[in-house]
């Protein structure tokens, strides 16, 4: 959609630039990576090194970048550092490094690589098996069995391009299959072959060549005022210049996009709109039962597209004796089976049906349902489909929620809220795992973690020695959990913290319960699950308009980075204030995100029985609302 709006005349102008605290801090972050890696590797790189900012600046001219950038392929430098290659087949580029390699030939030849400042490793058996190298000899890369490559879409796309600019230039190896690597946090280059399958049987480079041709048809169309694709929601929604002035009033006009309720994509969105099916009103107008037929496996819209070839005089034909007549339709027992178990046995059974008949797809009826409640008379509407149960209660309830650098990948809080419900009228106690003065090492974070299991199993063993039940609530568990494995993996050992076996057992335990699931159980949700989107229909609020994980990672940043200059300077002393400030936001925060699990926990227990369902026709309409 960018490329359109970009070469669209109707559009090209309506871009709103989107500038918030955390995107400037990624972007910082970034930059201020990329320039200590190249400081390092011009000191370690490989005798003849050449930083093309050396040479021309970091804001030279364009063409001077690409003179350079030749100049240094030609004489054959080891490794060229903000390299930029010249335009070739509507391509442009900069790979911040590229690697000379042994080749046949008179000529330099160069693969391409790019600094990320992401984790780019993982352990093995959780990733891609790799090469890696060292950036003081990044060539020959070697089997690196220590661990895995994090195969990253858009990092593997990247290197793809530039590797096409490469072959433009002439100056791809043309004896060695197409490769790139990544450089990371982790300091090593992390070498992938372009050519060998990383999502099933697709490749860097064909799914590369693929979405490039397809951009190349879009601006051209575009240029011609033509619209060959439309809007679909995506999480880049958010931080797009085009959402508020292009997409998102498109996407909210008349009932609004199918693709505005939580869980259709870009590829659901593709198959219904092949069958007509584009708005929330359209989807909410399928049949439950043909959508329930459609999720089982029975293909719809064959016997409808046979049916309406019947005459009006045969509507009473069995369904079973549709495949006799002059139809491409085959008999399917299976389908037919269904069908019968659906009351639905002759053709005037299937055309009485009402509504527009849906692609297949195990994923449809859960769709239908959920444009239903999209447009009911309340945000949320109690499933039809499930018999969950109460909602898990005990007589010491905790609530746990941690704070992590999505960045770093360390958690520097964990924050609980301990409820003695058995006790009427006393206030639930916020106590809270952090080190919010450092920026978060190792050693830290498996502190920390040590810290909350040694208090929460004091409250649990407690509880069991008194007789009474208690557990454990988090909101979205898998980050709670995958958090406490990957630390007990790395600091196995470190005093206090758990074992993978312990933290298995207290997940597989009656005492952990993932409250998110619990909701999602009871209830269609068709603006998503997120804590933040449940949480007010529950009646709580956070203390900060601006709450929100992307922000408290930027209230991180400024609680632990230490400033600069003399100690008593006006700009220190500010420094000191503000990380103060940050810290006390950081705990209300948390503080906040566990009171929301405790308030939907009870508002799931009372107010339940009077939501509306939307199990039958359709429910009462009511204005319908663009998802957030």
């Known amino acids: 959609m960018k490329v359109r709006n970009r070469f669209l005349p109707d559009t090209r102008d309506l871009a709103v630039p989107v500038d918030d605290p955390f995107t400037r801090m990624l972007i910082d972050d970034g930059n201020a990576f990329e320039a200590r890696i190249f400081a390092t590797l011009a000191r370690v790189g490989p005798a003849g090194t050449v930083n093309i900012d050396d040479r021309v600046g970091p804001a030279g001219r364009r063409d001077d970048r690409v003179a350079a950038t030749a100049a240094a392929m030609e ?48 352990t093995p058996g959780n990733g891609l098996t790799i090469a890696t190298s060292d950036p003081g000899a990044p060539w020959p890369p070697v089997p690196d069995n220590g661990c895995d490559g994090r195969p990253n879409e858009a990092d593997l796309l990247q290197l793809a391009h530039y590797w ?8 791809a190896p043309a004896d060695r299959p197409p490769t790139g690597a990544i450089l990371g946090k982790e300091t090593r280059l992390v070498w992938y072959p372009l050519t060998e399958p990383v999502w099933r049987d697709d490749t860097p480079l064909a799914r590369y060549d693929r979405e490039f041709a397809l951009r190349l048809e879009i601006a051209d169309a575009a240029s011609a005022g033509r619209r060959i694709v439309e809007p679909v929601r ?17 996407l909210s006009a008349g009932s609004g996009h199918v693709s505005l309720i939580a869980g259709i994509g870009r590829r659901d969105t593709a198959k219904l709109d092949q069958v007509g099916i584009t708005t929330r009103d359209q989807l909410a107008a399928v049949d439950l039962t043909i959508a329930d037929l459609s999720a089982a496996g ?8 046979a049916a309406t070839g019947v005459t009006a005089d045969d509507r009473d034909l069995r369904l079973d004796q549709l495949h006799t007549l002059d139809n491409p339709l085959t008999r399917r027992p299976a389908q037919l089976n269904a069908l019968a178990d659906a009351a639905i046995h002759t053709v005037a059974d299937l055309l009485a049906r009402p509504g ?85 090492t190792d050693p830290t974070e498996a502190d920390l973690l040590a810290q909350l299991w040694e208090w929460l199993h004091t409250v649990l063993d407690a509880t069991a020695a008194d007789g009474r039940t208690a557990r454990v609530y988090c909101w979205h568990q898998s980050a709670e959990l995958t958090a406490m494995r990957r630390i007990a993996t790395r600091s196995a050992g470190h005093p206090g913290v758990p074992t993978l076996g312990q933290i298995d057992h207290l997940a597989r335990s009656g005492h952990w ?16 699950s ?57 705990l209300a925060y948390n503080q906040a995100d566990v009171e929301a699990t405790r308030a939907i926990r009870h508002w799931l227990e009372s107010d339940f029985p009077t939501v509306p369902g939307c199990a039958g026709g359709e429910p009462e309409r009511r204005t319908p609302r663009p998802r957030p």
């Open 75 to 122: 004489q054959g430098a080891p490794l060229i550092l903000a390299g930029e290659l010249g335009a070739t087949g509507r391509r442009r580029g900069k790979p911040d490094l590229l690697v000379k390699v042994p080749a046949s030939g008179e000529r330099h030849r160069y693969v391409p690589g790019d600094v990320k400042h992401h984790l780019t490793l993982t």
């Open 164 to 171: 096409r600019m490469l072959e433009g230039v002439d100056r």
């Open 356 to 440: 527009p008949i849906p692609p297949p797809g195990a994923g449809i009826a859960k769709q239908v349902r959920l444009a239903r409640a999209a447009l009911g008379p309340a945000p949320v509407h109690r499933r039809d489909d499930t018999d969950p149960g109460p909602v898990p209660r005990a007589d010491i309830e905790i609530d746990l929620d941690m704070e992590n650098d999505p960045i770093d990948g360390g958690v520097y809080l964990w924050g609980t809220l301990l409820d003695e419900t058995h006790r009427p009228g006393r206030q639930p106690r916020y106590r809270s795992f952090a080190d919010l003065h450092h920026p978060l």
């Open 298 to 305: 029975v293909n719809v819209a064959d016997y409808t597209a």
């Open 234 to 250: 995506c999480d880049e929604c958010a931080g797009c210049e085009w959402h508020t002035n292009v997409c998102g009033p498109w």
């Open 530 to 586: 997120s804590i933040k989107t449940i949480a007010p229909l529950a009646g709580h609020t956070w203390p900060m308009a601006d709450a929100g994980g992307d922000q408290s990672i930027v209230w991180y940043r400024t609680a632990t980075t230490a400033p600069a200059g003399p100690l008593l300077s006006p700009h220190r002393i500010t420094a000191r204030r503000d990380a103060h400030r940050a810290r006390r936001k950081l």
């Open 513 to 528: 319960i993932d409250l998110e699931k619990e909701a999602i159980q009871r209830l269609w949700l068709p603006d998503g």
